[in-house]
C-alpha cells in the first residue's frame, strides 16, 4: 500500500493511529502540529511509562517525557510546562484527584490534562472533572484511543484534528 498510494502522509498516520478512512482524515500539518505538542507521562509504574512512551514515539509523536508520581513530579511540569499531561488514574482516585489539580495549578493556561485508566470506571468522567482534566481515556495496547483523545484537544491557539 505505501508503495502504490497517492496519499503517503495520509496512509502513514491510518497505520500509526489505527484510525479508519471513515472521516478521521487528518493533514499530514495537523499531524506534525500534532506530534510535536511537549507531553508529561505521569504514571507510578516505570514498565507501563516506557511502554506507552515507546508506542508514543512509534507513532511519531517527538517530545515525550514520563515520570513518576512524587514531589519532583510537579516541579517537573513546573519546568516543562507541556501542552499535555496524560496522567495514570490508578487505584487511589482521592489523592490522585488532589495530585492533578496540583500539576493542573503549575501548567500553561492553554495545557491540557488527559486522565488514563486500565479499564474504565463508572465514575471516572466525575472524577476526571474533580481532577481538572479536560478529558479521560483507557489504556489500550498500542494506544490509538489515547492518540484519538490527543488528536481530538483543541488548544485555541491552533484547531487542529480530524475526530469530533
Same mark, same amino acid.
Given at each position: 500500500?505505501?508503495?502504490?498510494?497517492?496519499?503517503?502522509? !495520509?496512509?502513514?498516520?491510518?497505520?500509526?493511529?489505527?484510525?479508519?478512512? $471513515?472521516?478521521?482524515?487528518? $493533514?499530514? %500539518?495537523?499531524?506534525?502540529?500534532?506530534?510535536?505538542?511537549?507531553?508529561?507521562?505521569? =504514571?507510578?509504574?516505570?514498565? +507501563?511509562? !516506557?511502554?506507552?512512551? #515507546?508506542?508514543?514515539? $512509534?507513532?511519531?509523536?517527538?517530545?515525550? %517525557?514520563?515520570?513518576?508520581? #512524587?514531589?519532583?513530579?510537579?516541579?517537573?511540569?513546573?519546568?516543562?510546562?507541556?501542552?499535555?499531561?496524560?496522567? =495514570?488514574?490508578?487505584?487511589?482516585?482521592?489523592?490522585?484527584?488532589?495530585?492533578?489539580?496540583?500539576?493542573?495549578?503549575?501548567?500553561?493556561?492553554?495545557?491540557?490534562?488527559?486522565?488514563?485508566?486500565?479499564?474504565?470506571?463508572?465514575?471516572? +468522567?466525575?472524577? !476526571?472533572? $474533580?481532577?481538572?482534566?479536560?478529558?479521560?481515556?483507557?489504556?489500550?495496547?498500542?494506544? +490509538?484511543?489515547?492518540?484519538?483523545?490527543?488528536?481530538?484537544?483543541?488548544?485555541?491557539?491552533?484547531?487542529?484534528? #480530524?475526530?469530533?
Amino acid at each position: 500500500a505505501q508503495q502504490f498510494t497517492k496519499h503517503q502522509h !495520509a496512509l502513514e498516520y491510518f497505520i500509526k493511529t489505527g484510525a479508519s478512512v $471513515s472521516g478521521d482524515a487528518i $493533514s499530514k %500539518e495537523d499531524w506534525d502540529v500534532i506530534t510535536n505538542r511537549t507531553i508529561l507521562f505521569i =504514571d507510578r509504574d516505570a514498565q +507501563e511509562r !516506557a511502554h506507552i512512551e #515507546g508506542k508514543l514515539k $512509534s507513532k511519531g509523536f517527538k517530545k515525550i %517525557e514520563g515520570i513518576g508520581k #512524587g514531589k519532583e513530579t510537579v516541579e517537573m511540569a513546573r519546568r516543562l510546562q507541556p501542552d499535555i499531561v496524560i496522567f =495514570d488514574m490508578g487505584y487511589e482516585f482521592l489523592p490522585n484527584v488532589e495530585f492533578c489539580k496540583q500539576i493542573k495549578e503549575v501548567m500553561k493556561p492553554k495545557s491540557k490534562l488527559i486522565m488514563i485508566a486500565e479499564m474504565l470506571q463508572g465514575n471516572d +468522567e466525575a472524577i !476526571a472533572k $474533580s481532577a481538572g482534566a479536560d478529558t479521560y481515556v483507557v489504556k489500550t495496547v498500542e494506544c +490509538e484511543l489515547l492518540i484519538k483523545c490527543i488528536s481530538n484537544l483543541k488548544f485555541g491557539d491552533t484547531e487542529v484534528g #480530524g475526530y469530533g
